[in-house]
């Protein structure tokens, strides 16, 4: 303000030059930059018209203060609600107004992704919770117990050749010692830590990242994930087995789709089992059978190993790795990728 | 373990397919990896149809044809058999085809017709020596099919994968009895050893410790590494070439023939399962064999030429001065047969399996011989193949027995007989298989059983190692009889009393946070090159760059960063839910589940209305640490105290502010043009990884529920909100957490919002100070604030500001 304003008059007359200001601006105001400048002409915090007229409210004698503060509110209120009714007719008109060119790209943000095998794996989850399965967790870094002792694997024998184990610790291996600790080889383990701590009926599904000494090429890795599901309880039968890991084949791959069971060998399991299903992977190549899981009735000596009655309880477990079958389903033909963190690879995934 | 079609049918004459065979051995023994036909060099030759032939018009001998080879076109072919026939299928190769014996078919002009390929005859394709004229085919398939598909003139070959628990079945003689058994066709004697010369083995001389006949001694030292030990002296053998069958044998098998008295042995090896070894007898010093462990410092040279120092726990094979073979893995150079050996001993044994396992192991040499005893031979099948093989030598390579076998060892200990519950074997398998079917069953792959009320008493063969409890039993029982006829119908089954574990539950809440944030999840390898003090080390590192595990995912984070910067991508942001291990003296690492995102680059995508979209930056990383704090730790307060760096957070939660993570900058190897990553890493939880109960025990106590925080909802507010806004003139030294605080404390209880929505620095305010407006919500939850009662709110606040801060209100106009 270029003068202080004293008297009554020169109020009134500011406050009537402000009003009309307000009349001619707000109502031209056509788009929301205009409207924003009018705003801060007129009701801006720092330099609005209004709001320095206000400041000038103490400056005026006593008597007239009451009637120059009466008008000023009817005059701000007015303001307001006329810069309310703009910015309203303003949001409307660009809900329904024409844009120039309606094939411009719109503004987009950018889409996060879940990784493919994480995909998958939602995927398994979600069907196995149906058939009553809770998901169990356990740690990667474990003992050799957990890992081979309690599932059964007998000391020394080539069966451990299959697990090519990575060993915790810096110094010198002794096979068999139990204060031996390594990197889960598989999320069996997770078996045995739930055994050992819930009662049966044990329905559950551990998913995990395990660890295998291979080295790193288009397809091997060292470390992959794995989704393993066990259920015990009394009259479990292989029968249930079959049935229930069919019934989860066709609702992954399919109605109709064709499993079949092969023997197979894992110490931890007994009668063994692999299952394959018969599917159409997109590639031209049309059906072919492809082995998913390793299965079977859960070995007595596994729940011996956990304090549980292998007379009286019996059950099933299986083993299958989404990273295959992740491979498989988005035609991945190198395992590298899973682990390269590319971000063109991973936004492929965003609509999944 | 390769497998010859053509071998198993002569060990069991079936009937059956490739295909079919196959599809049983997968579907009731072991899996059949891959099914190939050998004569791999018939493999581009296809079966063609002549649909068209008339006389050649410039020679009377040969034919012009059109041959349909599937193609689509009709071929023009010269051909110079006799008789060609319209309508007929014969093999045919096209211009380019390279056939057996390495000629490489072109097509070309023969007195003036153009030839696109060859009509075969037998000779011509190796099949015989046929060439009176071209093969006609006697089958039904289309024009184009592949010759070896269509008609069956190789051997097959089959690719078992057989698992350490079966090593039975690393012969064709263990898959014959397996196919026996499914086909119920009985094992047979090969027609290649009908002929074996009629003089069996004498009754073999036994030693407990030695023993000699044919002028050879054998003592064994070390009955632990060598159980079982026989060998038979044999005399005047030339040794040579083998018979083509024998190569053929062989050569089914993946084996190159070397000579008669080798091939004989590896005859043995992949037809019996026994691995054998030939010495030259003339060769053994002092007419005698020792069985022993190495003496100190002993070395020898195996027969791949390579100079092996031995070590204690190995069993080497000697004659009196020194060794000559390393027991059940290789034999000697020094006791080689060779073309001028006459004098052979032939060697059966049987080596203790973890034995071979640790000599394997310790000298990394991994043969046939080895692979087999350490997954352990049949104990009990040493006379017998013993007398096989003696009869083998002697038929390809002349030579006579010279006095009876030797044989020194333990008595061979026959497996423990198991009981079979009929009752709880159908329980096991949901099936009620009758007890006689389960004898029939077990008996024809060799079992002994006898059958009892309501149980089996089974003993299982020699060659059975892997069968010790009923479970065996069940299993033996559910894949002969096949597990396909198990029923599928899903049976009603009882909730599991196992909760969902917490920290998955929070993985997904707090992925599909940063999901939805636009950040794309990761499952890096956590291998990083760390320190041993403050990085959990692997001990056997695949990678010796990568030899310890993530301490922090912000490590790993921070690697896949960099590798996007090297592909010239820019705009990173990625997150993992992930594992990261600390050190613990005497045990397992700590090891915490956590989540880490990492940002990077534009902080939106560009569009035409912004072509150049602002850098993520701190702000975004403090307001991504908040997040996801908030997220993983719902209902309790989350509170940031910046580092040292003045760019950093601690991110705390709760009333004591528990840390639980960090946010700032990520030092990264990044080039010029890329801009500065960010990072934030939350710790969910501890992965408890203790004993859960001794080992053959059960806790008895379930873990404790845990219990979530839940947010409280508040209700809606009924009365209208009054808003001041304040600019302060605030000295950099004050924070603006403490300028929060001190306005929030004097605004008391109406004050419901207080936001800082702008801040000021430059011309017009003294120097060392900045405005911050901070806009103020007040509210009464029962009447309607009047302004008097704000304003005296507003002095009250702007009064503490200067008492408690030196802070006042920045004045304008």
Request: with cysteine; charged share 25%; glycine share 10%.
């Given at each position: 303000?270029?003068?202080?304003?004293?008297?009554?008059?020169?109020?009134?007359?500011?406050?009537?030059?402000?009003?009309?200001?307000?009349?001619?601006?707000?109502?031209?105001?056509?788009?929301?930059?205009?409207?924003?400048?009018?705003?801060?002409?007129?009701?801006?915090?720092?330099?609005?018209?209004?709001?320095?007229?206000?400041?000038?409210?103490?400056?005026?004698?006593?008597?007239?203060?009451?009637?120059?503060?009466?008008?000023?509110?009817?005059?701000?209120?007015?303001?307001?609600?006329?810069?309310?009714?703009?910015?309203?007719?303003?949001?409307?008109?660009?809900?329904?107004?024409?844009?120039?060119?309606?094939?411009?790209?719109?503004?987009?943000?950018?889409?996060?992704?879940?990784?493919?095998?994480?995909?998958?794996?939602?995927?398994?989850?979600?069907?196995?919770?149906?058939?009553?399965?809770?998901?169990?967790?356990?740690?990667?870094?474990?003992?050799?117990?957990?890992?081979?002792?309690?599932?059964?694997?007998?000391?020394?024998?080539?069966?451990?050749?299959?697990?090519?184990?990575?060993?915790?610790?810096?110094?010198?291996?002794?096979?068999?010692?139990?204060?031996?600790?390594?990197?889960?080889?598989?999320?069996?383990?997770?078996?045995?830590?739930?055994?050992?701590?819930?009662?049966?009926?044990?329905?559950?599904?551990?998913?995990?990242?395990?660890?295998?000494?291979?080295?790193?090429?288009?397809?091997?890795?060292?470390?992959?994930?794995?989704?393993?599901?066990?259920?015990?309880?009394?009259?479990?039968?292989?029968?249930?087995?079959?049935?229930?890991?069919?019934?989860?084949?066709?609702?992954?791959?399919?109605?109709?789709?064709?499993?079949?069971?092969?023997?197979?060998?894992?110490?931890?399991?007994?009668?063994?089992?692999?299952?394959?299903?018969?599917?159409?992977?997109?590639?031209?190549?049309?059906?072919?059978?492809?082995?998913?899981?390793?299965?079977?009735?859960?070995?007595?000596?596994?729940?011996?190993?956990?304090?549980?009655?292998?007379?009286?309880?019996?059950?099933?477990?299986?083993?299958?790795?989404?990273?295959?079958?992740?491979?498989?389903?988005?035609?991945?033909?190198?395992?590298?990728?899973?682990?390269?963190?590319?971000?063109?690879?991973?936004?492929?995934?965003?609509?999944? | 373990?390769?497998?010859?079609?053509?071998?198993?049918?002569?060990?069991?004459?079936?009937?059956?397919?490739?295909?079919?065979?196959?599809?049983?051995?997968?579907?009731?023994?072991?899996?059949?990896?891959?099914?190939?036909?050998?004569r791999?060099d018939l493999r581009d030759v296809v079966v063609g149809?002549?649909?068209?032939?008339?006389?050649?018009?410039?020679?009377?001998?040969?034919?012009?044809t059109?041959v349909?080879d599937g193609s689509?076109?009709?071929l023009?072919v010269v051909c110079?058999a006799?008789?060609?026939?319209?309508?007929?299928?014969y093999p045919f190769a096209r211009a380019g085809t390279v056939l057996p014996g390495g000629v490489r078919l072109e097509k070309r002009?023969?007195?003036?017709?153009?030839s696109n390929g060859m009509l075969c005859s037998a000779r011509e394709l190796g099949l015989?020596?046929?060439?009176?004229?071209i093969m006609?085919l006697?089958?039904?398939?289309?024009p184009g099919?592949s010759f070896l598909?269509?008609?069956?003139?190789?051997?097959?070959?089959?690719?078992?994968?057989?698992?350490?628990?079966?090593?039975?079945?690393?012969?064709?003689?263990?898959?014959?009895?397996?196919?026996?058994?499914?086909?119920?066709?009985?094992?047979?004697?090969?027609?290649?050893?009908?002929?074996?010369?009629?003089?069996?083995?004498?009754?073999?001389?036994?030693?407990?410790?030695?023993?000699?006949?044919?002028?050879?001694?054998?003592?064994?030292?070390?009955?632990?590494?060598?159980?079982?030990?026989?060998?038979?002296?044999?005399?005047?053998?030339?040794?040579?070439?083998?018979?083509?069958?024998?190569?053929?044998?062989?050569?089914?098998?993946?084996?190159?023939?070397?000579?008669?008295?080798?091939?004989?042995?590896?005859?043995?090896?992949?037809?019996?399962?026994?691995?054998?070894?030939?010495?030259?007898?003339?060769?053994?010093?002092?007419?005698?064999?020792?069985?022993?462990?190495?003496?100190?410092?002993?070395?020898?040279?195996?027969?791949?030429?390579?100079?092996?120092?031995?070590?204690?726990?190995?069993?080497?094979?000697?004659?009196?001065?020194?060794?000559?073979?390393?027991?059940?893995?290789?034999?000697?150079?020094?006791?080689?047969?060779?073309?001028?050996?006459?004098?052979?001993?032939?060697?059966?044994?049987?080596?203790?399996?973890?034995?071979?396992?640790?000599?394997?192991?310790?000298?990394?040499?991994?043969?046939?011989?080895?692979?087999?005893?350490?997954?352990?031979?049949?104990?009990?099948?040493?006379?017998?193949?013993?007398?096989?093989?003696?009869?083998?030598?002697?038929?390809?390579?002349?030579?006579?027995?010279?006095?009876?076998?030797?044989?020194?060892?333990?008595?061979?200990?026959?497996?423990?007989?198991?009981?079979?519950?009929?009752?709880?074997?159908?329980?096991?398998?949901?099936?009620?298989?009758?007890?006689?079917?389960?004898?029939?069953?077990?008996?024809?792959?060799?079992?002994?059983?006898?059958?009892?009320?309501?149980?089996?008493?089974?003993?299982?063969?020699?060659?059975?190692?892997?069968?010790?409890?009923?479970?065996?039993?069940?299993?033996?029982?559910?894949?002969?009889?096949?597990?396909?006829?198990?029923?599928?119908?899903?049976?009603?089954?009882?909730?599991?009393?196992?909760?969902?574990?917490?920290?998955?539950?929070?993985?997904?809440?707090?992925?599909?946070?940063?999901?939805?944030?636009?950040?794309?999840?990761?499952?890096?390898?956590?291998?990083?090159?760390?320190?041993?003090?403050?990085?959990?080390?692997?001990?056997?590192?695949?990678?010796?760059?990568?030899?310890?595990?993530?301490?922090?995912?912000?490590?790993?984070?921070?690697?896949?960063?960099?590798?996007?910067?090297?592909?010239?991508?820019?705009?990173?942001?990625?997150?993992?839910?992930?594992?990261?291990?600390?050190?613990?003296?005497?045990?397992?690492?700590?090891?915490?589940?956590?989540?880490?995102?990492?940002?990077?680059?534009?902080?939106?995508?560009?569009?035409?209305?912004?072509?150049?979209?602002?850098?993520?930056?701190?702000?975004?990383?403090?307001?991504?640490?908040?997040?996801?704090?908030?997220?993983?730790?719902?209902?309790?307060?989350?509170?940031?105290?910046?580092?040292?760096?003045?760019?950093?957070?601690?991110?705390?939660?709760?009333?004591?502010?528990?840390?639980?993570?960090?946010?700032?900058?990520?030092?990264?190897?990044?080039?010029?043009?890329?801009?500065?990553?960010?990072?934030?890493?939350?710790?969910?939880?501890?992965?408890?990884?203790?004993?859960?109960?001794?080992?053959?025990?059960?806790?008895?106590?379930?873990?404790?529920?845990?219990?979530?925080?839940?947010?409280?909802?508040?209700?809606?507010?009924?009365?209208?909100?009054?808003?001041?806004?304040?600019?302060?003139?605030?000295?950099?030294?004050?924070?603006?957490?403490?300028?929060?605080?001190?306005?929030?404390?004097?605004?008391?209880?109406?004050?419901?919002?207080?936001?800082?929505?702008?801040?000021?620095?430059?011309?017009?305010?003294?120097?060392?100070?900045?405005?911050?407006?901070?806009?103020?919500?007040?509210?009464?939850?029962?009447?309607?604030?009047?302004?008097?009662?704000?304003?005296?709110?507003?002095?009250?606040?702007?009064?503490?500001?200067?008492?408690?801060?030196?802070?006042?209100?920045?004045?304008?106009?």
């Open positions: 303000m270029a003068s202080r304003i004293t008297t009554l008059e020169a109020f009134n007359a500011e406050l009537e030059r402000i009003q009309a200001r307000a009349q001619g601006l707000v109502p031209e105001a056509g788009d929301a930059a205009a409207l924003e400048a009018a705003r801060v002409e007129l009701v801006g915090r720092e330099s609005g018209a209004l709001t320095a007229l206000g400041t000038s409210l103490g400056s005026l004698p006593k008597e007239q203060r009451r009637e120059a503060g009466q008008g000023f509110n009817l005059v701000r209120t007015a303001v307001e609600a006329a810069l309310e009714a703009a910015r309203a007719r303003l949001a409307a008109a660009s809900g329904t107004g024409a844009l120039a060119d309606p094939t411009m790209p719109p503004r987009t943000s950018w889409r996060g992704s879940r990784h493919p095998v994480s995909i998958v794996l939602d995927e398994l989850e979600d069907i196995f919770r149906e058939l009553g399965f809770t998901i169990a967790l356990g740690p990667e870094a474990e003992h050799e117990w957990y890992n081979f002792g309690a599932l059964n694997f007998p000391a020394d024998h080539p069966a451990m050749d299959l697990h090519d184990t990575l060993y915790l610790g810096a110094g010198t291996l002794h096979h068999g010692d139990h204060a031996i600790s390594l990197l889960r080889t598989h999320t069996s383990p997770v078996q045995v830590r739930t055994l050992q701590s819930y009662a049966p009926p044990i329905r559950i599904l551990a998913p995990g990242t395990v660890y295998r000494r291979d080295f790193f090429d288009a397809t091997h890795a060292p470390a992959f994930a794995q989704l393993e599901g066990l259920a015990i309880d009394e009259g479990i039968s292989f029968a249930d087995l079959k049935a229930t890991l069919t019934l989860f084949a066709r609702r992954f791959y399919g109605a109709g789709t064709r499993t079949r069971f092969g023997p197979s060998y894992f110490p931890f399991t007994e009668p063994s089992a692999q299952m394959e299903v018969e599917v159409d992977l997109g590639d031209g190549r049309g059906n072919r059978w492809l082995e998913i899981m390793g299965c079977g009735l859960v070995h007595p000596a596994v729940l011996e190993s956990a304090g549980i009655d292998s007379e009286r309880y019996s059950g099933w477990a299986f083993g299958m790795g989404p990273g295959r079958i992740a491979m498989s389903r988005y035609g991945i033909t190198d395992i590298r990728l899973l682990y390269d963190s590319d971000v063109r690879f991973l936004e492929q995934f965003a609509a999944c | 373990m390769l497998i010859s079609h053509d071998w198993l049918r002569a060990l069991v004459p079936h009937r059956r397919s490739p295909e079919e065979v196959r599809d049983l051995i997968s579907a009731h023994v072991a899996t059949v990896d891959r099914m190939e036909r050998l791999g149809r002549v649909v068209q032939a008339g006389r050649h018009p410039n020679a009377d001998t040969l034919w012009v059109k349909d689509g076109t009709l023009d110079g006799p008789v060609v026939t319209v309508g007929t299928l002009k023969i007195r003036g017709e153009t015989g020596a046929d060439h009176s004229g006609a006697e089958i039904d398939v289309p099919t598909e269509a008609v069956d003139v190789a051997d097959v070959q089959f690719d078992v994968d057989v698992l350490p628990n079966r090593p039975d079945l690393l012969s064709h003689a263990g898959l014959a009895r397996e196919l026996s058994a499914l086909t119920s066709v009985a094992v047979a004697i090969p027609p290649e050893l009908t002929d074996l010369r009629d003089i069996p083995l004498q009754m073999p001389v036994v030693g407990a410790r030695e023993a000699t006949s044919g002028g050879i001694t054998v003592r064994v030292e070390d009955l632990d590494g060598c159980p079982h030990y026989m060998g038979v002296v044999i005399r005047g053998v030339t040794v040579g070439p083998s018979p083509d069958w024998l190569v053929r044998r062989l050569e089914s098998v993946g084996v190159r023939s070397i000579s008669n008295v080798v091939d004989a042995t590896n005859y043995m090896l992949h037809g019996y399962g026994q691995p054998m070894h030939a010495f030259d007898a003339t060769r053994l010093a002092g007419n005698t064999i020792v069985v022993r462990t190495p003496r100190a410092g002993e070395r020898l040279v195996t027969l791949d030429g390579v100079d092996r120092a031995l070590g204690a726990r190995m069993t080497v094979i000697a004659d009196a001065e020194r060794a000559i073979g390393l027991g059940g893995v290789m034999g000697g150079q020094n006791s080689e047969v060779s073309e001028s050996t006459t004098d052979l001993f032939l060697e059966v044994a049987y080596f203790d399996p973890h034995r071979i396992r640790a000599t394997r192991r310790a000298l990394g040499l991994s043969t046939d011989a080895s692979y087999r005893f350490e997954r352990g031979i049949d104990p009990a099948a040493t006379a017998s193949t013993l007398e096989l093989a003696a009869g083998l030598v002697m038929k390809v390579a002349g030579g006579a027995v010279d006095g009876a076998p030797i044989y020194v060892g333990r008595e061979f200990v026959a497996p423990a007989a198991v009981t079979l519950r009929t009752a709880r074997a159908q329980r096991l398998l949901g099936d009620d298989v009758p007890a006689d079917e389960m004898v029939r069953l077990l008996t024809s792959v060799g079992f002994r059983v006898q059958q009892a009320e309501g149980q089996l008493h089974v003993m299982p063969p020699s060659w059975r190692n892997d069968v010790s409890r009923d479970a065996d039993l069940v299993e033996e029982v559910a894949r002969l009889r096949g597990y396909g006829v198990l029923s599928d119908d899903v049976s009603p089954f009882r909730p599991g009393t196992v909760p969902d574990h917490p920290l998955h539950l929070l993985g997904r809440r707090v992925r599909d946070l940063l999901v939805g944030d636009g950040l794309a999840e990761v499952r890096p390898l956590p291998f990083v090159r760390g320190e041993d003090e403050t990085h959990v080390r692997v001990a056997n590192p695949i990678a010796e760059d990568e030899p310890h595990l993530r301490r922090s995912l912000l490590e790993t984070l921070g690697r896949r960063a960099e590798v996007n910067l090297s592909r010239m991508q820019g705009d990173v942001r990625l997150f993992e839910v992930g594992s990261a291990f600390t050190p613990r003296p005497g045990g397992l690492p700590l090891e915490e589940v956590r989540v880490g995102a990492l940002i990077m680059g534009r902080r939106r995508p560009p569009h035409f209305t912004e072509p150049e979209p602002p850098a993520f930056d701190a702000w975004d990383a403090k307001a991504l640490a908040i997040r996801i704090a908030e997220v993983a730790f719902p209902g309790e307060a989350v509170s940031l105290e910046a580092g040292d760096d003045r760019r950093s957070w601690v991110i705390g939660v709760g009333p004591v502010k528990r840390r639980v993570g960090v946010a700032g900058p990520l030092a990264l190897d990044r080039p010029p043009w890329a801009a500065e990553a960010w990072g934030v890493e939350v710790t969910l939880d501890v992965m408890p990884n203790a004993f859960v109960a001794p080992a053959g025990s059960h806790a008895h106590a379930a873990p404790g529920v845990v219990r979530r925080a839940h947010v409280r909802y508040r209700s809606l507010p009924t009365t209208p909100a009054a808003e001041v806004d304040l600019a302060l003139l605030v000295p950099d030294a004050v924070p603006a957490a403490d300028v929060e605080r001190v306005v929030r404390d004097a605004g008391g209880d109406l004050l419901e919002r207080v936001v800082l929505f702008d801040e000021y620095r430059g011309e017009g305010l003294p120097a060392g100070t900045r405005s911050l407006g901070w806009r103020l919500t007040f509210r009464d939850p029962v009447r309607t604030l009047r302004d008097k009662e704000i304003e005296g709110r507003r002095q009250k606040i702007l009064r503490s500001l200067e008492n408690e801060l030196g802070v006042r209100p920045r004045i304008t106009a």
